[in-house]
Structures are given as structure tokens and as C-alpha cells.
T-cell receptor, first 113, second 115 residues
Framework: DQQVKQNSPSLSVQEGRISILNCDYTNSMFDYFLWYKKYPAEGPTFLISISSIKDKNEDGRFTVFLNKSAKHLSLHIVPSQPGDSAVYFCAASAMSGNEKLTFGTGTRLTIIP | GAGVSQSPSNKVTEKGKDVELRCDPISGHTALYWYRQSLGQGLEFLIYFQGNSAPDKSGLPSDRFSAERTGGSVSTLTIQRTQQEDSAVYLC?????????????FGSGTRLTVV
């Protein structure tokens, strides 16, 4: 039972354009969402997060949008840069108590120079 | 150390052998997690340690898997009688308090190959 889904295994975007990565979840108890970025042979690194009390959080070139009614979130990267090429994982948790993160299967983003 | 350290970085073992994977979390971090990533899959939760509390073992796939955390610091994940389906990258992460909002700090992982 995949509670966090990233339906696009890969995405290619021209340098300078906007990259949009999508994530859907099924568990209505999830109330905190995170995005991680992973380069080959390295562990994932935390990128940006959002609480369910918000619908948008922005950090520089990265913005995460949350649509609770649709159980959908997205990560926007603008403008996209070659160094953004990596695998992006969406993760979710319930903040009530020390809950583990549940991860999606990842989307491989390739930025084309 | 400054980050989460895992050893070995690569391990090739024969089917049926036991393996031990080590994780050194960031000093002072009370929470420690083990995940694994099989080929083409997402990160699968295995086990979670928080301070002196009993670990959350709900993600361990079989009784061949076990983990311990000694002195609230170093953790060892042990896989007994390894099978080919155990081949994966095993990732360890730690966080200061174990709250999701902190984000985790991951190590670089141990790539386990069972032949």
C-alpha cells in the first residue's frame, strides 16, 4: 500500500524553465510534508517542507504547494539549473507524536543545458 | 562527526551469510532511523530508535532483520541468512528530537549486494 505516490519516474526540463514535481498521498492523517533531493551515491538531503496549516512555502528558487482537499502537493523549481538534476523524493508524516517519514518512489529530474 | 557516517559503503556477500551494517549518527541526535532503497523503489522504513524508548520495529520485513542502538549512539543493523531480495541500499538517518519538522540527516548508505 503506497501511501505517498510520485507517478512520474522522470522529468526533463530545459535550463532556466520551471520544473514541477508532483506528489499524491492517501493517508488523511498526514499533516507534514517534506521534499528531499538525492544525488547518486549520496544520501537524500532535506530541501523544503510544509505544514498542513499552510498551502504554500517558499525558499529561494523552491516553492512547495499543498492542496489538502486533493491530497496533492507539488514542488516548483524556478529557474531550473543544471545542479538541480537529481532524484527528488516526497515524504509525509503525522506530527502527532514522533512519527516516521513515509517516502514516495522518487522522480528523476534532468535539467537540459 | 559533522554528518551521519555509515560503514561499509559497499558490501558483497554470499546468500545465506550474515551481515552487519553500522551507523554513526550526528552527536547528540536522539532519533535514529534505518531505511532501505531497493532498485527502482522508494525509501522503505525499517526501524526507528528514539532516546531510551522501545524501538519502532514495524518496518522490519522479516525476523532475519534486527537492529540495536548502543548507548544511544551507534546503531548496527544485522541481517541473518541473507537472501538475494535483501540487495538494496541501506540508509541511516538521525534527527535531534525526532520531530518530522526537523527533517532527517541521512548518511550516504551501504550498498548491499547478495550473490
Amino acid at each position: 500500500d503506497q501511501q505517498v505516490k510520485q507517478n512520474s519516474p522522470s522529468l526533463s526540463v530545459q535550463e532556466g524553465r520551471i520544473s514541477i514535481l508532483n506528489c499524491d498521498y492517501t493517508n488523511s492523517m498526514f499533516d507534514y510534508f517534506l521534499w528531499y533531493k538525492k544525488y547518486p551515491a549520496e544520501g537524500p538531503t532535506f530541501l523544503i517542507s510544509i505544514s498542513s496549516i499552510k498551502d504554500k512555502n517558499e525558499d529561494g528558487r523552491f516553492t512547495v504547494f499543498l492542496n489538502k482537499s486533493a491530497k496533492h502537493l507539488s514542488l516548483h523549481i524556478v529557474p531550473s539549473q543544471p545542479g538541480d538534476s537529481a532524484v527528488y523524493f516526497c515524504a509525509a508524516s503525522a506530527m502527532s507524536g514522533n512519527e516516521k517519514l513515509t517516502f514516495g518512489t522518487g522522480t528523476r529530474l534532468t535539467i537540459i543545458p | 562527526g559533522a554528518g551521519v557516517s555509515q560503514s561499509p559503503s559497499n558490501k558483497v556477500t554470499e546468500k545465506g551469510k550474515d551481515v552487519e551494517l553500522r551507523c554513526d549518527p550526528i552527536s547528540g541526535h536522539t532519533a535514529l532511523y534505518w531505511y532501505r532503497q531497493s532498485l527502482g523503489q522508494g525509501l522503505e522504513f525499517l526501524i526507528y530508535f528514539q532516546g531510551n524508548s522501545a524501538p519502532d520495529k514495524s518496518g522490519l520485513p522479516s525476523d532475519r532483520f534486527s537492529a540495536e542502538r548502543t548507548g544511544g549512539s551507534v546503531s548496527t543493523l544485522t541481517i541473518q541468512r541473507t537472501q538475494q531480495e535483501d540487495s538494496a541500499v541501506y540508509l541511516c538517518a538521525s534527527s535531534l528530537y525526532g520531530t518530522p519538522s526537523e527533517g532527517y540527516t541521512f548518511g550516504s548508505g551501504t550498498r548491499l549486494t547478495v550473490v
